[in-house]
């Protein structure tokens, strides 16, 4: 079957500092990346989408400059979160599919992330 | 503005009935509508979807009504079991090459024995 993992599965930063979080992709080939925010009051806040031969789009509020992505290969992606402060803490959830193949996503556990 | 709603934000159900969990969206271009399954500390998992040339879905005991013309769309959970107590999140996307999916705030499901 189709899984995500994620590592590493929470983590603490210094304020002011920064944070690599990795996405393995096993059983499928993740052509597409989808890298979300969960936090309890905005529930899952898309940061960006990376998808194989595009260039990855960031969603309003989120840029590449504060959260670089990369993608690549069809199995593996990281983000860093770069200068973490309070307002970046949450669930970092990484969501991979097959396009060609029209899959669903399929999530991993997430990165929590705690900023002090 | 939240593009996709859900109600209520939380639910709590005895074993053996069924509950409901309402979502509705804003963009009618979305067509694909999966609800996502979360229990406490792990990934969000898919539970079942539904594209919008239909208008039910059932896996089990687990079924999707889906009305395009209201852009509304329930989740019924039948016979419901203590191990359902989970949060349940609507999303939705445009069927397309990539897209990402815009998800609801959840509802939080509480099934007691």
């Known amino acids: 079957g189709a899984l995500v993992y994620q590592y590493p599965r929470r983590t603490i930063c210094k304020s002011g500092t920064s944070m690599r979080m990795e996405c393995q992709a096993v059983?499928?080939?993740?052509?597409?990346v989808a890298w979300y925010r969960q936090s309890p009051q905005k529930t899952f806040e898309l940061i960006a989408l990376?998808?194989?031969?595009?260039?990855?789009?960031?969603e309003q509020n989120f840029t590449q400059e504060k959260f670089p992505i990369s993608h690549p290969n069809l199995s593996f992606s990281s983000m860093t979160v770069l200068n973490a402060y309070l307002e970046d803490r949450g669930l970092y959830l990484c969501?991979?599919?097959?396009?060609?193949?029209?899959?669903?996503?399929?999530f991993g556990s997430g990165t929590r992330l705690l900023v002090i | 503005q939240q593009q996709v709603r859900q109600s209520p934000q939380s639910l709590t159900v005895w074993e053996g009935e069924t509950a409901i969990l309402n979502c509705s969206y804003e963009?009618?271009?979305?067509?694909?509508f999966p609800w996502y399954q979360q229990f406490p500390g792990e990934g969000p998992a898919l539970l079942i979807s539904?594209?919008?040339?239909?208008d039910k879905k059932e896996d089990g005991r687990f079924t999707i009504f889906f009305n395009k013309r209201e852009k509304k769309l329930s989740l019924h959970i039948t016979d419901s079991q203590p191990g359902d107590s989970a949060t349940y999140f609507c999303?939705?996307?445009?069927?397309?090459?990539?897209?990402?999916?815009?998800f609801g705030l959840g509802t939080r499901v509480s099934v007691f024995p």
């Open positions: 990376s998808t194989v031969n595009s260039a990855i789009k960031y």
């Open positions: 539904i594209r919008s040339v239909s």
């Open positions: 999303a939705a996307r445009r069927n397309n090459y990539a897209q990402g999916l815009t």
């Open positions: 963009d009618s271009t979305f067509n694909y």
């Open positions: 059983g499928f080939q993740a052509t597409s």
């Open positions: 969501g991979a599919r097959d396009v060609g193949r029209n899959s669903d996503y399929t």
